[in-house]
């Protein structure tokens, strides 16, 4: 039973202790049995991920300050010690505590929370204006201050995947930036309700007919970011994967020499290119 207690503890410390260690730079993609939040690679990000530490602090706090009022009530009220229950049935003084410290912790919550909601809401000094639009089951990408390029970016399909990529996280053409300039982010949808998501980038947008709706971001350093549509939109919703490939500058004015030329001559998107996949297939 001893060694059984050991191998049982020396597991969870394994997985409890991959779930918190820092990731390195490159590591944009969750890790198995990861709890905590992917590493941040943005100012936003960084701020989401504040914002969740003071939460959890207070909540943890609260939950140990009820749990011990509870184990006190139970000894300190209990029928052995309390023969005759007590008659009380006000006390002002507990009344007026238990409003005001509820209010004064949602004050404490809610001022962060509203500065957050307004700096990822948008940029004033947008250095590339991205526009972000959703279909069944791919996603459009359009540079209006680029020469109107556009292109699309479908999912690769387990056959097609090289070494070393992953599986449904892989596209065909990322959505490529240069890092660390200010990306404005424009999206809509073709369709249906999709959500641009982008979990180590701090970027969450839902993609809506008929409306337009801004946020934006900035990504730290070079390198791919991945993310997936996570407003489920039909039946290849999981096969909507997103990557932003962040670039130097100097990178992204020649991506966009090329890009202008290479999607120039792309003929327009064809829906059916992987809505037929077979959900059966990609899962095995």
Known sequence: MQRLWRHASAFAFTLGGAAFLPG???????????????TAHSPVQARIQSLHDLVLWIITLITLFVGALLVY?????NAQRNPVPGRTTHHTTLEVAWTVVPVLILAIIVFP?????????RTANADLTVKVTGHQWYWEF?????????????IVKDADLKPG?????????PLVV???????????SSDVIHSFFIPSLGVQRYAIPGQTIETWFRADRAGEYHGE???ICGANHSFMPIVIKAVSPEEFQAWVKTAKTKFAAVPPADPSRYAAVDAAAQVQ
């Open 178 to 188: 240069p890092a660390g300039k200010n990306i404005r982010v424009l999206t809509t």
């Open 165 to 173: 990529e992953p599986r449904l996280l892989t596209v065909d053409n």
């Open 24 to 38: 390195p730079a490159s590591a944009q993609l969750p890790r198995p049995w990861q709890m905590g939040m992917q």
């Open 229 to 231: 549509c996570n407003q």
């Open 113 to 121: 929370s509203f500065r957050l909601v307004y700096y990822e809401d």
């Open 142 to 154: 359009a540079y209006p201050d680029q020469g109107n390029i556009d292109f699309t970016s479908y």
């Open 73 to 77: 009530v139970l000894l300190r009220y």
